[in-house]
């Protein structure tokens, strides 16, 4: 099993400084696109780089990303893009996965799985507890979010090679193997594998007492379920260059599981267990020195599994601080990446510009600040 959450799935093409236009978003459209043999697509479309790149929603909420050379014919069929119900996005969720497949609705969600009805239970509630809590620490951050207008789809999987199964059909391009769970971008689902492995437990306490062998298994419905409320409230806007350093940050800096509680987390602030101490290791064996300017500028060690340790640690203490410690910056910063474009990316140069317009400082300037703060935390029991 992997030691450090999975990154959130995304394929997005993008494009740095090109002109770019928005059709009306109120419309419904279909694209007939060659790929290789004619095949339509229905919805709204979010945005388009002439010549280049037309993002498309369906109803679902799945993106398309078309590139212009693909497309055969477009047509506006005059009527509003209305997004699926509850009951719509349901039927939609059971066409896409195996039979045995049962729907549990919460306020929030729409989980679908074919897990024992116990555990599904406690991961609805698990989500909206960490739904309310979310929104709870952007008021009190004073950061301007909105809560979705639709449920938020999840599905849960039994077994692993049900789960690898869907992933390899959903992205191809992916390995997940030993993943636990992940954030799709383009659909807008969370898909969760059940590893407590047994449809047996028939009550609530033997849930609990078996998640509470396995944390990681809530870190990862928490970790997930941050990504997916982050795109589906304003904070971070779908197909556009969203930083992984804060994407993974956040959703770590909510992760932390606490056994005192019911569904072992109740907040988000917790001091991480994995990462704190692979900060100070890193720190002790002169791995961080300079290395700011390069998280936030790039992604590519977020993509390196060499690298991918190291760069989730420093991310985890990053987003840490800066919450902690610089409360106003980060809603500068926030509403920066609300304000970004879908398939339209910065240069390294515009990232650390970004960052130091909203922290004053440049990452790599705040090094000796973040270190002495990670120093000095404890972690959470």
């Given at each position: 099993m992997r030691h450090w959450p999975s990154i959130f799935a995304i394929i997005c093409l993008l494009a740095a400084n090109l002109p770019r236009c928005i059709a009306d978003e109120e419309a419904t459209w279909t694209i007939t696109v060659d790929n290789p043999t004619p095949t339509e697509f229905r919805g709204?479309?979010?945005?388009?780089?002439?010549d280049s790149a037309v993002l498309l929603e369906e109803k679902n909420g799945k993106l398309h990303q078309i590139p212009t050379q693909q497309i055969l014919s477009r047509v506006n069929l005059d009527e509003p893009f209305v997004s699926f119900s509850s009951s719509e996005l349901v039927a939609d969720l059971l066409r896409q996965v195996p039979d045995g497949f049962e729907i549990v609705e919460t306020e929030h969600y729409v989980l679908c799985s074919n897990s024992a009805s116990e555990y599904v239970q406690y991961c609805g509630e698990l989500l909206e507890t960490v739904f309310d809590r979310y929104?709870?620490?952007?008021?009190?951050?004073k950061i301007v979010v909105t809560q979705p207008t639709r449920k938020l789809p999840i599905i849960v999987f039994a077994s692993a090679a049900e789960f690898q199964t869907f992933a390899a059909k959903q992205h191809p391009?992916?390995?997940?193997?030993?993943?636990?769970?992940?954030?799709?971008v383009s659909d807008n689902q969370t898909l969760l594998l059940d590893l407590t492995g047994d449809r047996s437990i028939r009550s609530s306490a033997g849930i609990r007492k078996r998640m509470g062998e396995k944390f990681l298994q809530v870190a990862t419905i928490v970790h997930e379920a941050v990504h997916q409320l982050a795109f589906n409230s304003g904070l971070q806007v779908r197909m556009a260059d969203n930083p992984l350093?804060?994407?993974?940050?956040?959703?770590?800096?909510?992760?932390?599981?606490?056994?005192?509680?019911?569904?072992?987390?109740?907040?988000?602030?917790?001091?991480?267990?994995?990462?704190?101490?692979?900060?100070?290791k890193l720190l002790n064996g002169n791995r961080i020195t300079g290395g700011m300017n390069s998280l936030v500028a790039s992604d590519a060690a977020f993509l390196n599994s060499d690298?991918?340790?190291?760069?989730?640690?420093?991310?985890?203490?990053?987003?840490?601080?800066?919450?902690?410690?610089?409360?106003?910056?980060?809603?500068?910063?926030?509403?920066s990446l609300s304000q970004r474009k879908p398939m339209v990316g910065l240069t390294a140069e515009e990232k650390i510009l970004e960052f130091q317009t909203a922290f004053g400082k440049s990452p790599d300037e705040t090094e000796r600040e973040l270190v002495?703060?990670?120093?000095?935390?404890?972690v959470s029991r």
């Amino acid at each position: 099993m992997r030691h450090w959450p999975s990154i959130f799935a995304i394929i997005c093409l993008l494009a740095a400084n090109l002109p770019r236009c928005i059709a009306d978003e109120e419309a419904t459209w279909t694209i007939t696109v060659d790929n290789p043999t004619p095949t339509e697509f229905r919805g709204r479309i979010l945005a388009e780089i002439p010549d280049s790149a037309v993002l498309l929603e369906e109803k679902n909420g799945k993106l398309h990303q078309i590139p212009t050379q693909q497309i055969l014919s477009r047509v506006n069929l005059d009527e509003p893009f209305v997004s699926f119900s509850s009951s719509e996005l349901v039927a939609d969720l059971l066409r896409q996965v195996p039979d045995g497949f049962e729907i549990v609705e919460t306020e929030h969600y729409v989980l679908c799985s074919n897990s024992a009805s116990e555990y599904v239970q406690y991961c609805g509630e698990l989500l909206e507890t960490v739904f309310d809590r979310y929104f709870q620490f952007m008021i009190g951050q004073k950061i301007v979010v909105t809560q979705p207008t639709r449920k938020l789809p999840i599905i849960v999987f039994a077994s692993a090679a049900e789960f690898q199964t869907f992933a390899a059909k959903q992205h191809p391009e992916i390995s997940f193997a030993d993943t636990p769970g992940y954030f799709s971008v383009s659909d807008n689902q969370t898909l969760l594998l059940d590893l407590t492995g047994d449809r047996s437990i028939r009550s609530s306490a033997g849930i609990r007492k078996r998640m509470g062998e396995k944390f990681l298994q809530v870190a990862t419905i928490v970790h997930e379920a941050v990504h997916q409320l982050a795109f589906n409230s304003g904070l971070q806007v779908r197909m556009a260059d969203n930083p992984l350093w804060l994407s993974e940050g956040l959703a770590m800096y909510f992760e932390t599981t606490s056994s005192r509680s019911s569904t072992l987390w109740d907040r988000p602030g917790r001091v991480n267990p994995r990462h704190q101490p692979a900060f100070i290791k890193l720190l002790n064996g002169n791995r961080i020195t300079g290395g700011m300017n390069s998280l936030v500028a790039s992604d590519a060690a977020f993509l390196n599994s060499d690298e991918m340790p190291t760069a989730y640690c420093k991310a985890w203490a990053l987003t840490h601080y800066l919450i902690r410690e610089k409360t106003n910056g980060c809603k500068l910063y926030f509403q920066s990446l609300s304000q970004r474009k879908p398939m339209v990316g910065l240069t390294a140069e515009e990232k650390i510009l970004e960052f130091q317009t909203a922290f004053g400082k440049s990452p790599d300037e705040t090094e000796r600040e973040l270190v002495s703060y990670i120093r000095r935390q404890r972690v959470s029991r």
